[in-house]
């Protein structure tokens, strides 16, 4: 596609409830990265993918907190048992290439409300 | 870790003016980007600039790497220009951004 796609863009739960969130990168980008952003803070890292390979997932704050990307292609984050602190927008990005001179293009995010 | 500070935390402009927005950094950086975020939550990629100067229309920024800060430049801006504008920067050989708290700008016609 034109850019980086997620879905869905706003998703309610209800608390103990698992969720999954996707996230389809613009097409040929190796890079994929997940980062979450609560509400008047920047956003902050969870997990870094190249190609398939999670290479980086020190940012997940949690074992609640689960991120694939099985084909090198479309990548899922999902959260089990979500709680109110989980409420937040999760943003995807990816870049074509592996260095960080590459140009990073984010999707739009998922809003994520835990009730 | 790295610390990211970004003033002012807020900033209000009459359409035409033009502003000075500035990152500091704790450390030594590989990697420097700003982004602007728009109302509904679109991050858009403005500069990778881990030093020196670029210009891309109305906007340009600064690294000076050395003394670790950046500036990002606005001129004659517009209503279009409003939003949340980020720093956020890369050091050692992780991918890992580390992003300030932003600074949010209104642009009044």
């Known amino acids: ?7 869905p863009r706003y998703k309610v739960a209800k608390r103990g409830q ?11 980008h190796v890079s994929l990265f997940w980062y979450q952003q609560a509400l ?25 907190f689960f991120a694939e990307r099985p084909e090198g292609s479309v990548s899922t984050l999902k959260i089990q048992r979500t709680q109110q602190e989980d409420s937040a927008v999760y943003l995807c990005a990816s870049s ?15 809003w994520l409300t835990v009730v | ?22 990152c500091n950094f704790s450390d030594s950086v590989n990697n420097l980007q700003w982004f602007h975020q728009n109302p509904w939550g679109q991050l858009i990629n403005l500069f990778y ?24 430049y ?11 504008y980020f720093c956020a920067v890369e ?3 992780n991918r890992k951004l580390i992003w300030g708290l932003g600074t949010s700008l209104a642009v009044n016609p």
Do not use: H, M
Not at chain 2, 5 to 18: F, M, Y
Not at chain 2, 74 to 84: A, E, L, M, R, Y
């Open chain 2, 91 to 93: 050091a050692g050989n």
């Open chain 1, 18 to 28: 698992d969720v999954a969130l996707r996230c389809d990168p613009i097409s040929g």
């Open chain 2, 1 to 22: 870790g790295i610390q990211v500070e970004q003033s002012p935390p807020d900033l209000i402009l009459q359409e035409g003016a033009n502003s000075t927005l500035r």
């Open chain 1, 1 to 7: 596609g034109a850019g980086v796609s997620q879905s």
């Open chain 2, 74 to 84: 606005i001129s004659s801006s517009q209503t279009t220009d409003s939003g949340v």
């Open chain 1, 40 to 64: 008047g803070q920047g956003p902050e890292f969870l997990t870094y993918f190249q190609n398939e390979a999670q290479l980086d997932k020190s940012g997940l704050p949690s074992d609640r």
């Open chain 1, 96 to 110: 074509w290439g592996f260095g960080s001179g590459n140009t990073i293009y984010f999707g739009e995010g998922s």
């Open chain 2, 49 to 72: 600039i881990p030093s020196g100067t670029k210009q891309n229309g109305r906007l340009s920024a600064t690294t000076v790497a050395t003394e670790r800060y950046s500036l990002l």
